[in-house]
């Protein structure tokens, strides 16, 4: 198993090129949030455009596009229509995959809702990207749409060429749900469970956790990196959002995922640094992440 650590990162991580702009740094299509979440897709969205992306495109269901609008307003906004539980509609679909195509990385699940409109959505974006060849990270919510649809994972796993081309970023609880084993048996060996997971599926599996695995079923790589302070709700969601960035830039969403997990903790330590366990907020890790990638050049 191998550590994550500065010199990891900057044997890969490159330097912007002198003539780079918005159209090459990548194109994230993130498709997250519904009422009374709007706050996971900001989070998503900021630690995305902290981590470097060229371009980021927010699908937002209309009740909650003014709330997210007034303080994200880097990203370029689609605005969809919502239903009756304010979570995205699969009358959307057609819309959504239209802007999946034109993005090189898409980002499904912070604060999605589960019901069997979202139910729909994911698993078209999952097939879409099966035909395409599109990286994609599923978090949260989209972890739980397809809990009990875990065979269509395996649809990646068919096209050799689509292998690993999936990151699931699921904590104890959702690991639980994906493979029908106990949360005490996942913690007893987080490494199997988490390598077997990704062996059967083939797709990369960063499962989260004190010490962070993050695997594809072949390589495995750990990261110490973290504190106990950044055990509350929405630290996940910053997450999702640097690996998904990360992925839309060119780096292998297995880089993209053992990078993201090291920058992740080592933000929320100098969060913790500056402000205490008890009082760090996960937007405290998106401020402290100009300070990760400022050290990755030293």
């Not at 239209?98 to 589960?114: F, P």
């Not at 913790?272 to 009082?279: A, K, Q, T, W, Y």
């Not at 405290?284 to 990638?293: E, G, M, Q, R, T």
Request: aromatic fraction near 6%; glycine fraction near 10%; charge should be neutral.
């Amino acid at each position: 198993m191998n550590k994550i650590d500065y010199n990891f990162l900057k044997s890969i991580i490159k330097p912007r090129p002198y003539n780079a702009h918005k159209g090459s740094m990548g194109c994230l299509f993130s498709v997250c949030g519904s009422y009374g979440m709007a706050g996971a897709e900001i989070l998503s969205a900021k630690s995305a455009l902290r981590s470097g992306v060229g371009l980021l495109k927010l699908a937002v269901v209309n009740s909650v596009y003014p709330i997210i609008a007034g303080v994200v307003p880097e990203a370029v906004y689609i605005p969809l229509e919502g239903n009756a539980k304010g979570t995205f509609s699969r009358s959307n679909i057609k819309e959504i995959l239209k802007n999946a195509q034109k993005s090189s990385a898409i980002l499904v699940g912070c604060g999605l809702g589960v019901n069997n409109d979202t139910k729909e959505v994911v698993t078209a974006i999952l097939n879409f990207a099966k035909e395409n060849r599109k990286p994609i990270l599923i978090d949260a919510d989209g972890i739980n749409c397809i809990s009990k649809h875990i065979h269509l994972l395996k649809n990646f796993k068919d096209k050799d060429s689509c292998d690993f081309n999936i990151v699931l970023t699921p904590h104890l609880g959702e690991m639980s749900r994906l493979t029908s084993l106990a949360v005490k048996e996942i913690e007893t060996d987080p490494k199997a469970a988490a390598e077997a997971f990704s062996k059967e599926y083939g797709v990369i599996t960063v499962l989260k956790g004190a010490d962070t695995i993050v695997t594809n079923g072949e390589q495995t790589y750990i990261s110490f990196a973290g504190n106990p302070g950044m055990a509350t709700g929405g630290s996940g969601d910053v997450l999702a959002g640097i690996i998904a960035s990360l992925m839309a830039q060119g780096y292998s969403p297995l880089e993209s995922s053992a990078m993201g997990v090291f920058i992740h903790g080592t933000a929320g330590d100098y969060a913790c640094h500056s402000l205490g366990e008890i009082s760090m907020l996960p937007r405290d890790i998106i401020d402290f992440l100009p300070n990760v990638f400022k050290n990755i050049g030293k």
